[in-house]
């Protein structure tokens, strides 16, 4: 539910219009949660409309390189010491995850392990067409080979088209795997997609462009992902949502790390089955899903970023800023 004193319509304006409209509204702290993405508009923020700037979720994949965004909200797993250099943005990092996860209240429970009752390993991915890559189909074709008698299912909603998915068909026989081996789903209501990790024992996350909310869901559904870390933001959104949980071990570095960790969970059914079974309980009592906790810490990083903002200052902008600071405290 959202608490808000004031809710804006903005869509449909031009980015100086939405940047005159922002100032006119007295806004201390400016949150871009749009990106670059369909109908965002964050270059409005290069007019610097208001004195603090940050971006955070929304078509956060890399650094938005506007010198006008102060900071990006970020954490330890996403943004490693060392990656600063990636980001024209200074680093405003979280003590957990950077996002936190309610899950939905019709999920169903977990299933138990479904490779105890079909004799084989079933993996699945339930990404957007788009993040399908070359690099990630290789690295899956290399998986199922050392895997002989398994499976994998895949769904998103462009498969809901023939061609997409004849298309994708065409992509995968290149590869040399038996197609019967894959299965295609496309689009389902939510409650029937978040069901459909029922029949996954182990997912698998694309790369580079690493899964987000997917990861969420399959994990709330007792399923472990093998994730591939990369080095911009959008491809360690898993590296941080599974380090958040617990689940360090199932975050890789490498193209060889990445076969070999979905390899050997696939051989090791008895642990993959007890995982299963608590891996709900395990990711509610993480600060993933512990939504007080990450509001309390994210009203702490938005002050750090005001003081700092009050700190670094020029004498001719402090009276500003002060005046500003006197409304936010």
Known sequence: MWSVSEWHAIEGMSDINAANFVSSQSIDILIDMGGYGDAGLIQAAAFKP???????????????????????ITDRWETPA????????????????????????????????????????????????????????????????????????????QFSQEAIADA???????????????????????????????????????????????????????????????????????????SNVGLHDWVTDSADGYVERAVTAANDINSLSALRLGLRAQMLASPLCDAARFGRNLGIALRQAWRSACEDAAPADLKNLNQHNAVAA
Request: glycine letters at 8%; proline letters at 9%.
């Open 82 to 157: 060392g990656f600063e250099r990636f980001y024209s943005e200074r680093l405003l990092k979280l003590p957990d995850g950077y996002v936190c996860y309610t899950p939905p209240d019709y999920a169903p429970v977990p299933s138990v392990l479904p490779a105890i009752s079909t004799g084989h390993v079933t993996f699945g991915c339930f990404n957007n067409v788009t993040k399908l890559s070359d690099k990630t189909l290789y690295l899956w074709t290399r998986i199922l080979a050392r895997v002989p008698q398994s499976r994998l299912v895949l769904r998103c909603p």
């Open 168 to 242: 994708f068909l065409r992509r995968w026989t290149r590869l040399g795997i038996d197609p019967a081996r894959l299965t295609i789903l496309g689009r389902a209501a939510h409650p029937d997609f978040i069901a459909g990790y029922r029949s996954i024992d182990i997912a698998l996350d694309p790369a580079p462009y690493s899964g987000g909310l997917t990861t969420c869901e399959a994990l709330y559904m007792g399923v472990p992902v093998v994730t591939l870390a990369g080095e911009f933001f959008a491809a360690r959104h898993s590296a941080s949502h599974l």
């Open 50 to 72: 208001a004195p603090v700037q940050i971006k955070w979720v929304g078509m956060q994949c890399a650094t938005t390189g506007l010198p006008e965004i102060d900071w990006m």
